[in-house]
């Protein structure tokens, strides 16, 4: 029996990683789960998951749900804010972790994870946009296990013998072919970008996820944000990742070898299947995942990205050539631009020019430790912030 906590538990990924495990409870029981705000939600997942910890990041939130648990008969210990979260992170009951916070939040929880040598399974890709050297160091320091939750990382991972310490030019590779849908924007004349809403944004053709990560598939920063994970996780260089428009979200990603042979990995859109193998690995589990009908599929297109129709995947290689903290100013610019779209203060296109304006004028740092991180972060929200606030004006 392992023990897993889930940060993020209400969200779409920490949903479907409680299906998984409800699959399968000789294998699993949940230590601890987390939320933000969504009190109700958490609850619910509590009556139905039994957890020995339940953590509301919102302090006023742990309050009710304290208030909402007392009636449940199961002794579950709720927890508040940012000391809760590392405390479940951390927890020595738990063998695994799924980090599943959007966004920069999850950046420490899932660093305490590693520091605490957990198997850690890594949706939260911004963590390690925002501070990739120092959370892979940490994570060869701590000997922690870090198994790659996105479904394109993940394929990729499925497409690797073990690596066992070795690069991956030593294993023949050649280049990582990082397959993206392009979002439902792929088609559109240029000229209606501008008017886009979010509820456009988030309805994404081939994935269900949350608003967030949604509106990144739209602009395509997402893919820009995967290839800098990519580039952390497998410690290959930005130039031999290639991205590849695949419309049909069938392919999940491709690994090429020096010999021309090419291996992908297949299977519905469905987040279960990463999930599923992140949690088994090298094993492998049901996941309730619909088999892949290759008759229904029919066909596979594949095609070059349009980096004038999507500048945030160009933005992301330049901030990855800048190197130090620009990859941490492009993700806060970007979180805090995509919150004001959703917030219709911001239209679609010009997310990109905020994130643009906000890497040419914060300067960037060494990435010499954390505090310099959520330093540059805090600055660089701030800023955007700022000149958001300016051009609404
Ligand atoms: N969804 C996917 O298919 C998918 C695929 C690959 C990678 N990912 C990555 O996985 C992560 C989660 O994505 P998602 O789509 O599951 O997001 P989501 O549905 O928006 O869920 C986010 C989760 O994080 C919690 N949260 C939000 N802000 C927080 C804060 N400040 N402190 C603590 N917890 C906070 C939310 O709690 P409340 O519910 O209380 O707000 C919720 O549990 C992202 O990094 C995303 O890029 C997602």
């Known amino acids: ?46 009556r139905m998951h039994h957890p020995q910890y339940a953590v509301m990041a919102d ?126 924007f792929r088609a559109m004349p240029l000229e209606e970008l501008h008017g886009v809403t979010p509820e456009q944004a988030c309805a994404h053709p081939n994935w269900d996820m949350g608003r967030k990560i949604s509106v990144d598939s739209a602009t395509m920063m997402n893919k820009g944000l995967e290839v800098i994970e990519a580039s952390w996780l497998f410690a290959v260089p930005p130039e031999q990742i290639q991205v590849v428009i695949h419309p049909q979200s069938v392919v999940h990603s491709m690994v090429e070898y020096v010999d021309g042979s090419i291996l992908a990995q297949m299977g519905s859109p469905d987040m279960r299947t990463p999930i599923a193998y992140a949690l088994a690995w090298p094993e492998r589990i049901a996941a309730g995942v619909q088999r892949l009908n290759l008759f229904d599929v029919a066909r596979l297109d594949f095609s070059a990205p349009d980096l004038v129709r999507f500048p945030c995947l160009r933005l992301a290689y330049e ?52 505090e310099v991180i959520l330093d540059e972060d805090a600055r660089a929200r701030q800023w955007t912030q700022e000149l958001i606030a300016r051009r609404a004006a």
Request: charged letters at 20%; hydrophobic letters at 50%; aromatic letters at 2%.
């Open 1 to 46: 029996m392992k023990g897993v906590t889930i940060l993020g538990a209400t969200g779409s990924i920490g949903m479907s990683t409680l299906d998984v495990l409800r699959r399968h409870p000789e294998r699993y029981r949940v230590v601890g789960l987390s939320a933000n705000t969504e009190v109700e939600r958490l609850a619910e997942l509590c």
């Open 59 to 184: 302090a006023r939130a742990a309050e009710q749900l304290r208030e909402r648990l007392r009636k449940i008969d199961g002794g579950i210990e709720v927890l508040a804010g940012a000391a809760g979260l590392e405390i479940i992170a951390a927890h020595p009951d738990a063998a695994q972790v799924m980090a599943a916070i959007v966004g920069a939040a999850g950046l420490v929880p899932a660093l305490a994870a590693v520091r605490a040598g957990k198997r850690l399974l890594l949706a939260n890709k911004e963590a390690l946009v925002m501070s990739g050297r120092i959370f892979m160091d940490e994570v060869r320091l701590h000997k922690a296990e870090l198994l790659p939750v996105d479904s394109e990382h993940n394929a990729i991972l499925q497409c690797l013998p073990i690596l066992d310490g070795k690069a991956l030019h030593e294993l023949g590779v050649k280049r990582i072919l990082l397959t993206a849908s392009g979002g439902p």
């Open 319 to 370: 901030a990855m050539a800048r190197g130090g903290t620009a990859t941490t100013v492009l993700n806060a610019a970007n979180e805090v631009a995509v919150q004001a779209f959703l917030d219709e203060r911001l239209a679609f296109t010009a997310i990109p020019e905020v994130v643009e304006a906000a890497l040419i004028e914060v300067p960037s740092r060494a990435a010499s430790s954390l």
